[in-house]
């Protein structure tokens, strides 16, 4: 068996890899990611040497290099976790998010249908559902939920599961598609809420909350979105969305409050700034059908969870430091220098 993970030097694809690898010892696996700001080789450092993992840099959106890779690779599955992935990048620039998460989409789709494959699987969000108002606790997105979407980020990301599902229908690529809530754990890039608010309290630094902190998020271990890709492409039902999240749901403000107590660092970091553009409200997962389907659940709960990803931040300074010093202290300063 051979799988192309494409965004695999990135935090849920790099997080794929170590776990596919470890699970599934005999497989073949080849890495194809254009190395973005996001994308980061030290993430791939512990299979590098493997004899069964393979490394391309590419553009999932450059239709030649796409094609090449797939006239020269046998590929069996095939598991889409490339993307511009962060919201409020999507506010500066939506063009980029259009390019990769949608026409890059379309590449991919193109070479499955000339290739041919076993499984096209697309990793999307559950941000294509839209949000939830905050005084509904009882309201959760299932499959069939209505697409309805709020930032250019979701916006890309549900146009690439419109293309999926009509790649599908029209040319019988054998797709799956999953949507899964937000992500945390090791590898997560400091751009994000959970490690930035880790190295931000490391480093004595203020604690930048949205508004007033009260923007719900469902949150799960990456391990139990892996382990829930690994059932979806090899027991999951073909033209099938599964969502995946784990009734994991914590305000903003809990969330950095855990992260204070659990580093003993003082509440008074905390610093309120302008909220986000079209900030969506709450995001909740319904995932009753993969369950029911496919026997997943998740098992790592958020007391857990948090433990570990900060004792791995604790861990690997190294790796976050270096993100933190370089390019990137030049975004943090533009989006949040004058909030
Ligand atoms: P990430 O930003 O950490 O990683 C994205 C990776 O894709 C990087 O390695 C980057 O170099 C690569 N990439 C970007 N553009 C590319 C291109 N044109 N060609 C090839 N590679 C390219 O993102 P992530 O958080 O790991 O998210 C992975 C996927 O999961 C995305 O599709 C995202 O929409 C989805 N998702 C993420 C979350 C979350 O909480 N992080 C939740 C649900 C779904
Ligand atoms: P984020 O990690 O960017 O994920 P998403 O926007 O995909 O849910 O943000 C999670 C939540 O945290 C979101 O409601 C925005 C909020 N947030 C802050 O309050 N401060 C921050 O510095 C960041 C990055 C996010």
């Not at 899964?180 to 590898?187: A, Q």
């Not at 790796?319 to 390019?327: A, R, V």
Request: contains cysteine; proline residues 5%.
């Amino acid at each position: 068996m051979k799988i192309l993970v494409t965004g695999g030097a990135g935090f849920i694809g790099g997080n794929f890899i170590h776990y596919m690898m470890k699970e599934h010892k005999n497989y073949e696996i080849l890495c194809v990611d254009a190395l973005t700001y996001a994308g980061n080789m030290e993430t791939l450092a512990p299979v590098m040497e493997n004899p069964k993992f393979k490394f391309i840099k590419a553009d999932i959106a450059d239709r030649p290099a796409i094609y090449q890779i797939f006239e020269e690779e046998s590929l069996d599955i095939v598991v889409n976790f490339a993307a511009e992935s962060h919201v409020d990048r999507s506010i500066e620039e939506p063009e980029i998010f259009l390019r990769t998460n949608v026409m890059g989409t379309q590449v991919m789709l193109d070479a499955c249908r000339k290739y041919g494959i076993h499984r096209y699987h697309q990793v999307s969000t559950d941000e294509v559902y839209g949000d939830l108002p905050l005084d509904r606790p009882e309201l959760f997105f299932i499959e069939e939920t209505p697409i309805h979407t709020s930032s250019p980020y979701s916006a890309s990301k549900a146009s690439a599961d419109l293309l999926v599902q009509a790649y599908h229908r029209t040319f019988k690529v054998p797709v799956t598609i999953s949507r899964c809530s937000n992500n945390y754990g090791p590898y997560h890039f400091p751009e994000k809420l959970i490690p930035l608010m880790i190295a931000n309290a490391l480093n004595g630094k203020p604690l930048p909350v949205y508004g007033k902190g009260e923007n719900v998020r469902d949150w799960l271990y990456v391990e139990d979105h892996c382990r829930a890709i690994d059932m979806i492409i090899h027991k999951g039902t073909i033209g099938e969305v599964y969502n995946i999240g784990g009734h994991n749901e914590r305000t903003n403000l809990e969330v950095v409050k855990t992260i204070i107590r659990a580093l003993g660092a003082s509440e008074e970091l905390i610093t309120y700034v302008t909220d986000r553009a079209g900030h969506d409200l709450r995001y909740a997962i319904n995932p009753t059908k993969i369950h029911r389907e496919l026997g997943w659940l998740p098992t790592t709960t958020f007391d857990e969870g948090i433990k570990k990803t900060i004792k791995w931040y604790l861990d690997h300074k190294k790796w976050w430091e270096n993100i933190i010093s370089g390019e990137y202290q030049e975004y943090y300063d533009k989006m949040y220098g004058n909030k």
